[in-house]
């Protein structure tokens, strides 16, 4: 099992930068390899990836709409994944989940959600 606890959500203005931050715990953290990505989720809109990071970060992978913009990464011996998010536009307004997979960031299906941490982005 798995346990993840997101933070830093807030309200920013146009072009300022936000840091998130997902605590994780639990047996599967300990034992197996995990995966950890961020999605977002806007009003009226689906679900939609973010950022991934395999176990030892060596393997990133973002969607074309924060590249450039965003950064992944973790910190094992803290069990902490974090999502650097710098000139944020108003479309980057969303609730955020840190989510986790056993094995890599092949696949873009999670199987452990946070509860999701809110992000808004307006002057």
């Known amino acids: 099992q798995a346990l993840l606890v997101e933070s830093g959500g807030g309200l920013v203005a146009p072009g300022d930068s936000l840091r998130l931050s997902c605590e994780t715990s639990g047996r599967s953290f300990n034992n197996w390899v995990m995966a950890c990505g961020w999605f977002r989720q806007a009003p009226g809109k689906e679900r939609e990836f973010v950022a991934a990071?395999?176990?030892?970060?060596?393997?990133?992978d973002y969607s074309d709409s924060v590249k450039g913009r965003f950064t992944i990464s973790r910190d094992n011996a803290k069990k902490m994944v974090y999502l650097q998010m710098n000139t944020l536009e108003p479309e980057d307004t969303a609730v955020y989940y840190c989510a986790a997979r056993y094995g890599g960031i092949e696949s873009r299906k999670y199987v452990y959600w946070g509860q999701g941490t809110q992000v808004t982005v307006s002057s």
């Open positions: 990071i395999s176990w030892l970060g060596d393997n990133i």
